[in-house]
């Protein structure tokens, strides 16, 4: 079989959670990306350009602050720690961290900050 099509995940860039299913497709009318494809069934390969639906709900109240790993992570790819809170938008700290954070299509925004820097700033406990 040359040809094969897989449903895909692609995952909130806030929560993690599924944001939405997307069809993957082989161009390539080979057995060997067909296969590929095959393997994809089911699976997250990314991440979404917009947050899930529970996400997007605080879109216009907070700026989502992202736990990282700095020591683990990569240039860009940052190690998450699964710690993440909603931040008021009009709070002193987006304010100082305006230029660190990324603004999805659905205009859900977020943050990355060092675990230990959030915990230092009663982020979380």
């Not at 990314?46 to 529970?54: L, M, R, S, V």
Request: aromatic content about 10%.
């Amino acid at each position: 079989m040359n040809f094969n099509a897989s449903i895909v995940k692609y995952l909130c860039p806030i929560c993690g959670k599924e944001a939405e299913e997307g069809i993957v497709i082989n161009s390539l009318l080979t057995e060997k990306a067909a296969k590929e494809v095959e393997k994809l069934n089911g699976k997250a390969i990314g991440y979404a350009d917009h947050a899930c639906k529970e996400c997007s709900e605080y879109k216009d109240k907070v700026v989502f602050f992202i736990g990282i790993d700095t020591n683990k992570s990569e240039k860009d790819d940052p190690y998450r720690t699964g710690h993440i809170t909603g931040v008021k938008k009009n709070s002193q700290l987006v304010n100082q961290c305006s230029e660190f954070i990324i603004t999805l299509k659905d205009n859900s925004q977020y943050c990355f900050i060092d675990y230990n820097v959030g915990k230092q700033i009663g982020l979380w406990n």
